[in-house]
């Protein structure tokens, strides 16, 4: 994989029908190891074509042609098309969250009413509420001090944030 494109085309690939690579084919099978995370827990959201790995929180959004990575939250009346979504290291606690909401800033995960399409998310991102992410009518290449677009896809980078409301 040598592109940003290859790299978001294989990931999106693997929440086909049948993808080119089969994690399930039994003549080959590809096991990850174990985290002991809690199964993923969804609430009321609707999801096509998509894999949710451990121990996620997906309340009543829609996601679509995407994947999303390890301990990932999606807040209520968020849409997800086509996104790589690395996920997080770890869970944030209370005080934290507490915390970084007095300061103005997000909580990890990706905020309630967001609307993120052609991304990569990576790992421990901090997205708003009321964000909207598309490469739509920008250039292939950009740098922005919060995100990056490489060959028409937006990039969040490690532990990158999007103020509420921002509009990409």
């Known amino acids: ?22 994690f399930f084919d039994m003549s080959a099978p590809i096991f990850s190891r174990p985290r002991f995370l809690p199964g993923s827990k969804i609430n ?12 996620c929180i997906i309340n009543h959004s829609r996601i679509s042609h995407s994947i999303v990575g390890l301990r990932s939250i999606v807040g209520e009346g968020s849409e997800l098309r086509r996104v ?6 770890y869970y944030e606690s209370a005080e934290s969250i507490l915390e ?3 300061a103005g800033r997000p909580r990890i995960g990706i905020g309630r009413n967001t609307r993120i ?3 990569i998310i990576d790992k421990n991102a901090r997205i708003g509420d009321n964000v909207v992410i598309s490469p739509a009518g920008k250039p ?4 922005h001090p919060n995100y ?10 490690k532990d990158g944030v999007i103020p509420h409301g921002m509009v990409i």
Not at 44 to 55: E, F, R, S, W, Y
Not at 140 to 143: G, I, N, R, S, Y
Not at 148 to 157: F, Q
């Open 148 to 157: 990056y677009i490489r060959d028409g896809i937006v990039i969040i980078p």
């Open 140 to 143: 292939e290449k950009l740098d």
């Open 117 to 119: 399409e052609n991304a």
């Open 1 to 22: 994989i040598g592109t940003i494109r290859a790299f978001f085309e294989a990931n999106l690939d693997v929440a086909a029908e049948l993808p080119r690579f089969n």
């Open 100 to 102: 970084n909401t007095q």
């Open 44 to 55: 009321g959201a609707h999801i096509d074509h998509a894999m949710v790995t451990d121990g």
């Open 84 to 89: 790589v979504s690395l996920g997080c290291d």
